[in-house]
């Protein structure tokens, strides 16, 4: 699963659906994705996570990463900068960001 939206991304989502986007409502809505049942560990063995989602936590105190290993499934970290266009090419696009990985 990529649950890894930055904050900008994650504001876009939602203040499509009218929420504001702040630190809180960004925790509640990945808080929905992390908390459903044990049977998500039947499809999902994996999760992308934001640097912010890293250290957020659940109503009752228990990390994200908590949760996700409870489960089952592995949590790992995005580590790359973002997409952007791929000079010389017709609109393609390169992750950016993969080359300082040892910084």
Do not use: W
């Amino acid at each position: 699963l990529a649950a890894d939206e930055s904050t900008g991304t994650m504001g876009k989502r939602l203040t499509d659906i009218g929420v504001e986007n702040t630190d809180d409502a960004r925790r509640q809505y990945r808080q929905l994705l992390f908390t459903c049942d044990k049977e998500m560990s039947t499809y999902i063995s994996g999760v992308i996570l934001f640097h912010e989602t890293v250290y957020q936590k659940a109503d009752d105190g228990t990390p994200f990463i908590k949760l996700l290993q409870d489960k089952g499934i592995i949590p790992g970290i995005k580590v790359d900068k973002g997409v952007v266009t791929l000079q010389g090419t017709d609109d393609e696009s390169t992750t950016q960001g993969l080359d300082d990985l040892t910084k």
